[in-house]
């Protein structure tokens, strides 16, 4: 099966978390480089059943996914059908600070909406997939970073149509990363203290990061937040430190048990290299 979609994963290095009743103004800001890799998606479309069945490399997901959500969220606002198999690719690492589950959220809405043709425009594919990411938890601001593409600055929170991005200019860089292992992202942005303490170390960042909008001063403020909050384990800070020599910086991808690193040499250290993803997601 062709895939259709690829949406780039993203790397989150410093955030603040915003709520409200309206899952469409909830989201986060903060800032973050989208990836080379990501996540494929290719649909079958089945118009004897209304049944949606998810597979992720080849494996068939069970019970709630953000995948499911989304789905059942673009049929409640345009009344499709059909039944679809969606097929996801997922060439990074899943529940380590990747953004993933956006990334499979926002394939499946957009590979539907294409191939069945309903009448939905890109942002409001991407405020669907938000939606169903805020609701289950999975993420908040990776969808957005997503659709620009770049190292991204993400000023106001919410899906594209109500959420703003900005980008950081850069000079042919790449991503170094050390994965250890998954961590629940629901679990964190859920806790009500350990948001509290996210938006105390986050709060003032983007005005910042607006000042000196460099790669440098990127990485050094998602070390300055890694650090200065509870969220980085310590066995990453080893990694951290030997992944800081000879790059711009390493930091610990929120959320996830991965060490990430922005650098001018692609051998500077690492398990996995990436390029930077400027284009967004895209049809295929």
């Known amino acids: 099966m062709k895939p259709t979609v690829f949406v780039p994963a993203h790397i989150t290095g410093f955030f603040e978390v915003v709520r409200a009743d309206d899952p469409l103004r909830t989201g986060s800001r903060g800032a973050g480089v989208v990836l080379d890799r990501g996540v494929e998606t290719s649909i079958k479309v089945r118009r004897s059943e209304e049944k949606t069945v998810v597979r992720v490399n080849g494996k068939r997901e069970h019970g709630e996914s953000v995948s499911l959500r989304s789905l059942e969220i673009l049929r409640e606002i345009t009344g499709f059908r059909e039944g679809v198999s969606?097929?996801?690719?997922?060439d990074?690492?899943?529940g380590c600070g990747f953004g993933a589950s956006a990334a499979c959220a926002l394939g499946s809405v957009l590979a539907v909406v294409r191939?069945?043709?309903?009448?939905v425009t890109v942002n409001t594919a991407g405020s669907v997939a938000h939606r169903a990411e805020v609701e289950l938890g999975t993420g908040l601001g990776d969808l957005i970073a997503e659709m620009t593409g770049g190292i991204v600055i993400r000023t106001r929170e919410g899906p594209p149509g109500y959420g703003r991005t900005d980008r950081i200019t850069d000079r042919g860089l790449y991503v170094l990363t050390e994965t250890l292992g998954e961590l629940d992202t629901a679990s964190v942005i859920g806790d009500e203290a350990k948001v509290g303490e996210i938006n105390l170390m986050g709060a003032g960042m983007i005005r910042r990061i607006l000042r000196e909008p460099t790669p440098r001063m990127f990485m050094e403020l998602s070390?300055?937040?890694a650090t200065g909050?509870?969220?980085?384990?310590?066995?990453?800070?080893?990694?951290?430190?030997a992944l800081s020599e000879g790059?711009?910086?390493?930091?610990?991808a929120m959320l996830g048990n991965t060490v990430f690193a922005l650098s001018e040499d692609p051998d500077a250290g690492g398990d996995d290299v990436y390029g930077i993803d400027f284009s967004g997601a895209r049809f295929l």
Do not use: Y
């Not at 969606?86 to 997922?90: A, L, P, S």
């Not at 790059?247 to 610990?252: E, H, K, N, V, Y």
């Open 223 to 225: 070390r300055e937040f």
């Open 229 to 241: 909050t509870s969220l980085i384990t310590p066995e990453l800070r080893e990694p951290m430190e």
């Open 247 to 252: 790059t711009l910086g390493a930091s610990m």
């Open 115 to 119: 191939e069945l043709e309903l009448p």
């Open 92 to 94: 990074v690492p899943i």
């Open 86 to 90: 969606i097929h996801h690719r997922v």
